[in-house]
């Protein structure tokens, strides 16, 4: 019959030059899936158990499953993996790293119901906004909802969200990443109509009449002495 894969676990590699006979990942009928730096995400089924995982030419290396440290059954850095869906597998072959903290913060009047906060891409983590305890390398993904805003800051430095709207953050040491609400600038969009017979100045200081917003082209113009901003 069909080979359902429907489960996903994932494999990250620090720096596969650090074996320098190559790798294997063998499911259990001895099939083969390349690898890469960083994230491998695996689809599976229960059949494909157990997993090996090897590198060659390396001595040792630090394993961890699900943020638990665990050792090789062949000895070295080769390895058998039983996996279940939504398991992470970090393996380190440049260095032995320690466990850091990435705490996550909620300002004023954000609602964490509209944030998805997602770890190694596919970990949803629900109470978000706390202590979490991440490996050097973690990917840590922060999107709001469709119709919701919200500004985000890693040790207090503004990062900018990618075209999803996403905002993705890697963890390389303890890190405070602070979600909340864009400040209110003041300056408003206005209703034209109630408008039309004010005087409409452009940021020179010129006048351009008592003219309906709608026939401005878009920019800043200065109306009864306030700023106003016509899109």
């Known amino acids: 019959g069909t080979i359902d894969r429907n489960k996903t676990a994932v494999i990250y590699i620090d720096d596969l030059s650090k074996a320098p006979y190559g790798n294997s990942l063998n499911r259990a009928d001895n099939s083969n899936i390349d690898l890469v730096n960083g994230y491998n995400e695996i689809k599976f089924y229960d059949g494909d158990n157990p997993f090996r995982l090897s590198f060659y030419g390396v001595e040792s290396a630090t394993a961890y499953k699900n943020n638990e440290t665990f050792s090789g059954v062949y000895g070295g850095a080769s390895y058998e993996l039983s996996l279940t869906d939504g398991d992470v597998i970090k393996i380190f072959l440049a260095s032995n790293p320690e ?4 705490e996550l913060t909620a300002g004023d009047g954000v609602d ?3 944030v998805a906060v997602t770890m190694d891409r596919i970990v949803t983590v629900t109470d978000w906004a706390g202590k979490h305890n991440t490996l050097p390398g973690t990917e840590i993904s922060i999107k709001p909802a469709d119709d ?5 800051a890693v040790d207090g430095e503004n990062v900018t969200a990618d ?8 963890v390389s040491k303890n890190t405070t990443i602070a979600v909340s609400l864009p400040v209110e600038t003041g300056i408003n969009a206005v209703d034209a109509e109630k408008l039309d017979n004010a005087g409409v100045y452009n940021m020179q200081g010129v006048r351009v009449g008592n003219a309906d917003m709608k026939q401005l082209p878009a920019g800043v ?3 009864n002495g306030k700023k106003v901003v016509k899109r």
């Not at 466990?99 to 990435?102: G, K, R, S, T, V």
């Not at 919701?148 to 985000?152: G, L, P, R, S, T």
């Open 99 to 102: 466990m850091l903290e990435a």
């Open 148 to 152: 919701y805003d919200i500004c985000v």
């Open 163 to 170: 075209a999803d709207g996403a905002f993705t953050v890697i």
């Open 112 to 114: 964490a119901s509209k």
């Open 221 to 223: 113009y200065i109306i």
